[in-house]
């Protein structure tokens, strides 16, 4: 009777470690293939945060927070990469692989990473695309990769996303019927509720966020070697909300993190019919946020309306606008079936608005015309501002 009742309890406690062993197993949906400099990672249900090595185990809901010297990558079991640039905090929000399908969906905070799916989830997506699901979001848009490599970048407000092969989409999730397609060498920002912009010719440095990420290698390194289950399916327990970005500062230091309104202008062209514009194209109500009202802006965009006439007799050209205190604006754009595009550069050397300091700024504009009615114009513009 005594020895049925130890092998009873020998039976559960087995039982008991084996639950548990499937379940820490469950969790783990990669690991550390590259560190550089400072990276800690908080896990789900711990208060502290750890340093993180190569070889280490990632668990869904893992945040991961790279310095301002610091750089991660992490290969998952389904061989898709997610590379960590400085100065970014990140978490691994939804894993699932089993059979067809796969869901992975990271939740971008602030700073950039790059996504870059395996052979693995490319074979799934050319058999079923619908049910597959490699994503970044941010607190304002989604973007997701159809078997490519994509650079996502997320600072005060504004979403930018870069193709380097492959492609992909991207849209707003408080208006998912809205979605744009991206195409490889093509880059789309979303500032603040807005929508898309038309993708354009760019590269991952316009993106944002911090700097580049994955130290210009294509692939990723280290071991996964070890049992891996073949068919796995984990949740975050955490709730999925965004929290309000948290920079890492002296808790002494009194400089608001939040962007407040620096100043706005008009830029006008006012150089009559030359290079595809004429007189009164206009950039209304370009606004410039930054973390003072005195200091150098950090973002910008269009809050009004970009209105005027194109001179369709021209494919596209370089023209300057004009603002206020002596800001200028150089739009080199061009033009194809109803849809225009530009990349935008210039400079405020007097500041503009509550601001004294001079500051340049860069980003990209698009939209749509008519060739009725003299060529009209719509659309928006955004991108970043620092000190010369």
Not at 188 to 193: D, E, K, V
């Amino acid at each position: 009777m005594v020895k049925a009742s130890v092998l009873a309890c020998s039976s559960v406690v087995l039982f008991f470690l084996f639950v548990v062993s499937f379940q820490v197993h469950a969790a783990s949906v990669g690991k550390i293939t590259r560190v550089e400099g400072r990276v800690d990672v908080l896990k789900p249900g711990r208060t502290a945060a750890s340093g993180v090595s190569p070889g280490d185990s990632v668990d869904v809901g893992d945040i991961y927070r790279a310095k301002t010297n610091g750089r991660a990558e992490i290969t998952f079991f389904n061989r898709n990469i997610l590379r960590i640039a400085p100065a970014t905090r990140v978490q691994i929000s939804r894993y699932s692989s089993e059979g067809n399908r796969s869901n992975q969906i990271m939740k971008l905070e602030r700073g950039r990473v790059e996504a870059i799916s395996g052979e693995e989830f490319l074979k799934k997506v050319s058999s079923f695309a619908e049910g597959n699901k490699f994503e970044v979001h941010t607190p304002n848009a989604v973007a997701g990769i159809r078997g490519s490599g994509m650079t996502v970048g997320f600072a005060r407000m504004i979403t930018g996303l870069f193709f380097s092969t492959g492609r992909g989409y991207f849209y707003n999730p408080d208006n998912p019927g809205r979605s744009v397609n991206v195409a490889a060498g093509h880059i789309s920002f979303i500032a603040g509720t807005g929508l898309p912009s038309i993708p354009i010719r760019g590269n991952a440095r316009f993106v944002g966020g911090s700097d580049p990420p994955g130290g210009g290698q294509a692939t990723g390194t280290g071991s996964l070697s070890g049992m891996v289950s073949t068919a796995s399916s984990v949740s975050s327990t955490s709730v999925y909300v965004f929290t309000r970005q948290r920079i890492d500062v002296p808790t002494n230091n009194t400089v608001s993190t939040t962007p407040v309104l620096v100043g706005s202008t008009d830029f006008v062209y006012t150089g009559g019919v030359g290079h595809g514009l004429t007189t009164g194209f206009k950039m209304q109500n370009v606004k410039f946020y930054g973390p003072s009202a005195t200091g150098v802006p950090q973002t910008w965009s269009v809050a009004g309306n970009i209105t005027g006439i194109f001179d369709t007799a021209y494919a596209g050209g370089t023209n300057v606008l004009t603002g206020s205190n002596a800001a200028s604006l150089t739009m080199t754009h061009s033009l194809s079936a109803g849809q225009w595009s530009a990349s935008v550069s210039g400079s405020a050397p007097h500041g503009i608005g509550t601001t004294t300091k001079a500051f340049v700024f860069d980003g990209t504009a698009s939209g749509k015309y008519t060739t009725m009615t003299g060529g009209v114009v719509s659309g928006t513009a955004s991108g970043t501002a620092r000190a010369p």
